[in-house]
Nanobody, 121 residues
Framework: QVQLVESGGGLVQAGGSLRLSCVASVSGDIFSSFDMGWYRQAPGKRRELAAIISSRYSTNYADSVKGRFSVSRDNTKSTVYLQMNSLKPEDTAVYYC?????????????WGQGTQVTVSS
């Protein structure tokens, strides 16, 4: 089992910044093999991808956050970060951390409990 704990959410004005953190309950060596992601779900909408970072540090972003959000990881701390700049009201959502954990020939997905981000206009 892998537990993921997010933090860093809160209320911020439009144009502001927040940094989300997600800590995994495994050693850094094990964490380094995980592909990590940040997803978000706004009220009444489906969960959508915001950003991902692979075990090899390649990144990918949703078009809606490109140029404003930056995902990074620190394997020594078993932590993935999401730096969010130039926040907009439409970024308001619950943000979830995910881990793709290698299990032999397949991957198993784990989720955190989510952290609320609210951007006021």
């Amino acid at each position: 089992q892998v537990q993921l704990v997010e933090s860093g959410g809160g209320l911020v004005q439009a144009g502001g910044s927040l940094r989300l953190s997600c800590v995994a309950s495994v050693s850094g060596d094990i964490f380094s093999s995980f592909d990590m992601g940040w997803y978000r779900q706004a009220p009444g909408k489906r969960r959508e991808l915001a950003a991902i970072i692979s075990s090899r540090y390649s990144t990918n972003y949703a078009d809606s956050v490109k140029g404003r959000f930056s995902v990074s990881r620190d394997n020594t701390k078993s932590t993935v970060y999401l730096q969010m700049n130039s926040l907009k009201p439409e970024d308001t959502a619950v943000y979830y951390c995910s881990a793709e954990v290698p299990r032999g020939w397949r991957q198993e997905t784990y989720w955190g409990q989510g952290t609320q981000v609210t951007v006021s206009s």
